[in-house]
Nanobody, 124 residues
């Protein structure tokens, strides 16, 4: 499975961005897709996830601001980010795994496939 993340950029605090993760080379409907982010000097952290194509989960820090959605016809998973804050600045990665279990969805090491990352910068 190949993942291509896009949509990052520079935005002012309070603004919005949409990130997109395009998947190819596998059975998309079987993949659990997640978004992670990594700020400079920090560990990669969980942002949001669509578990087995049905249930969505969010990190507390982005809940009510970010929305994850999936389009199986297009093989894409989008992350809509609203009310962005400077602390949301990071490289955002999408990840996929066909057999991840629910208790592991927040752990980056549980995902087999990764995209290249897209930089989001939120200015104050």
């Amino acid at each position: 499975v190949q993942l291509q993340a896009s949509g990052g950029g520079l935005v002012q605090a309070g603004g919005s961005l949409r990130l997109s993760c395009a998947a190819s080379g596998g059975t998309f409907s079987r993949q659990t897709i997640g978004w992670f982010r990594q700020a400079p000097g920090k560990e990669r952290e969980f942002v949001a996830n669509i578990f087995r194509g049905v249930r969505v989960y969010y990190a507390d820090s982005v809940k009510d601001r970010f929305t994850i959605s999936r389009d199986n016809a297009k093989n894409t998973v989008d992350l809509y980010m609203n009310s962005l804050r400077p602390e949301d600045t990071a490289v955002y990665y999408c990840a996929a795994d066909p057999s991840i279990i629910l208790s592991s969805i927040r752990m980056p090491q549980s995902y087999e496939y990764w995209g290249q990352g897209t930089l989001v910068t939120v200015s104050s």
